[in-house]
Antibody
Framework: QVQVQESGPGLVKPSETLSLTCTVS??????????WGWIRQSPGKGLEWIAT???????YYNPSLKSRVTISLDTSKNQFSLKLSSMTAADTAVYYC???????????WGPGTLVTVSS | QAVVTQEPSLTVSPGGTVTLTCDSS?????????PYWFQQKPGQAPRTLIF???HKHPWTPARFSGSLLGDKAALTLSGAQPEDEADYYC??????????FGGGTKLTVL
């Protein structure tokens, strides 16, 4: 059964760039059947889709975050990553990585990692 | 960007039936929005229950079903159990494969 696990800093300073990595186990991210993506959830709030990527490198971004977000793949490590620049307190959230059934939505979710933006 | 609307909260009696809905600010919800439904319990990651309107994963309890109801997507829980108390989110996909989550429904089993 596929497993996805987020890793990265729990604390980021304002204006810095957040870098998160998702390690995928028991499934190849080069498999053409699925996409890979990131979703976040601010404390006590709802879910927000951030970005999705396909093994070909095709990317999809949330228009509200597009200017600050980069999603990428590292097939040699079976990982994919998220970079979010110019972090502010509003970006404080639990960040989830997930396998997507297509570009439309996730099936397997990681446990999430809390990222706090504070000086 | 589209806004996806769900009931903020609902209550169901144990053993009862409840329907949660998912509405789009841009026209009727159709199969072309590939509606998803997720369950999230406190302190846990969401779990995908339904995809593509009505398809279930192997782990989805049989008492959950997805459908289109009028102009909305719907999640029906038949025979509610105490462990079904959770937040439920829907997700709709729009042009350019840009999914939008609903605000979530807090379901109480009481």
């Amino acid at each position: 059964q596929v497993q996805v696990q987020e890793s990265g800093p729990g604390l980021v300073k304002p204006s810095e760039t957040l870098s998160l990595t998702c390690t995928v186990s028991d499934y190849s991210i080069s498999n053409s059947d699925h996409h890979w993506g990131w979703i976040r959830q601010s404390p006590g709030k709802g879910l927000e889709w951030i970005a999705t990527i396909y093994y070909t490198g095709k990317t999809y971004y949330n228009p509200s975050l597009k200017s600050r977000v980069t999603i990428s793949l590292d097939t040699s490590k079976n990982q994919f990553s998220l970079k979010l620049s110019s972090m502010t307190a509003a970006d404080t959230a639990v960040y989830y990585c997930a396998r997507f059934l297509g570009p439309t939505g996730p099936d397997y979710w990681g446990p999430g990692t809390l990222v706090t933006v504070s000086s | 960007q589209a806004v996806v609307t769900q009931e903020p909260s609902l209550t169901v009696s144990p053993g009862g039936t409840v329907t949660l809905t998912c509405d789009s600010s841009i026209g009727a919800v159709t199969d072309g929005h590939y509606p998803y439904w997720f369950q999230q319990k406190p302190g846990q990651a969401p779990r995908t229950l339904i995809f593509d309107t009505s398809h279930k994963h192997p782990w989805t309890p049989a008492r959950f079903s997805g459908s289109l109801l009028g102009d909305k997507a719907a999640l029906t829980l038949s025979g509610a159990q105490p462990e079904d108390e959770a937040d439920y989110y829907c997700l709709l996909s729009y042009t350019g494969a840009r999914p939008v989550f609903g605000g979530g429904t807090k379901l109480t089993v009481l």
